[in-house]
């Protein structure tokens, strides 16, 4: 079992930033994939950006440039820098992990996160 608890969303406003954080806790694997997923209003979920624990991270173009996924040194903490927010980046944000060779995902509550002046 694995447990993800998201924090740092939060109301802001268009141009601005904010750090989401994901804490992992349980049965961690050494090897593994772990990212950020959100999902608005009326839309399915959307990848944002993911990250394994080996390698580079890959984005969603909507985010290039501006989002920044990284991992804590710790590698059980799960980081996402978004920088220049816009309104349409309003969603609930989630963290995912899953083992590598494993076929189960995990999912964190999720955090809100509006943009909007």
């Known amino acids: 079992q694995v447990q993800l608890v998201e924090s740092g969303g939060d109301l802001v406003q268009p141009g601005g930033s904010l750090r989401l954080s994901c804490a992992a806790s349980?049965?961690?694997?050494?090897?593994?994939?772990m990212g950020w997923y959100r999902q608005a209003p009326g839309n399915g979920r959307e990848l944002v950006a993911v990250?394994?624990?080996?390698?580079?991270?890959n984005y969603a173009d909507s985010v290039k440039g501006r989002f920044t996924i990284s991992r804590g040194d710790a590698k059980n903490t799960l980081y996402l820098q978004m920088n220049s927010l816009k309104p349409e980046d309003t969603a609930v944000y989630y963290c995912h992990y899953r083992a590598v060779g494993y076929a189960y995902d995990y999912w964190g509550q999720g955090t809100q996160v509006t943009v909007s002046s």
């Open positions: 349980g049965s961690i694997s050494s090897v593994n994939v």
């Open positions: 990250i394994m624990s080996v390698g580079a991270p």
